[in-house]
């Protein structure tokens, strides 16, 4: 059985740090890019970022860049987003998805948008919210 297990979500106040984890289970982890995807009520999904498991290419929306940073641990079969400098803006719920075709090499690295249309797995999502 396939299984995407965020987990880290929480409350924090306007500048705080979270870190969410995505734990991947029922497939092989290393032929999938991992992506988080966060939506806020009343707005789209949005994606926001994306590691390869291949190459170790990286996407970042413009929304998060220079705050986020994802990682990845094959060992472990999960993936990390560190959020530093939150904004209340950051508040949604966050999933994470599995992606096979965006694992190829090159892709990832060279995205410039995150649609949720490319994923093949997506987890249960995780609240965060951010007070001002």
């Known amino acids: 059985e396939v299984q995407l297990q965020a987990s880290g979500g929480g409350l924090v106040k306007t500048g705080g740090s979270l870190r969410l984890s995505c734990t991947a289970s029922g497939f092989t982890f290393d032929d999938y890019a991992i992506a988080w995807f966060r939506q806020a009520p009343g707005k789209e999904r949005e994606g926001i970022s994306c590691?390869?498991?291949?190459?170790?290419?990286?996407f970042y929306s413009d929304s998060v860049k220079g705050r986020f940073t994802i990682t990845s641990d094959n060992a472990k079969n999960t993936v990390y987003l560190q959020m530093n400098a939150m904004k209340p803006d950051d508040t949604a719920v966050y999933y994470c998805a599995a992606g096979y075709k965006l694992n190829a090499p090159g892709v990832v690295g060279g995205l410039i948008h995150l649609g949720w249309r490319n994923m093949d797995y997506w987890g249960e999502g995780t609240q965060v919210t951010v007070s001002s």
């Open positions: 590691i390869s498991n291949k190459d170790g290419g990286t």
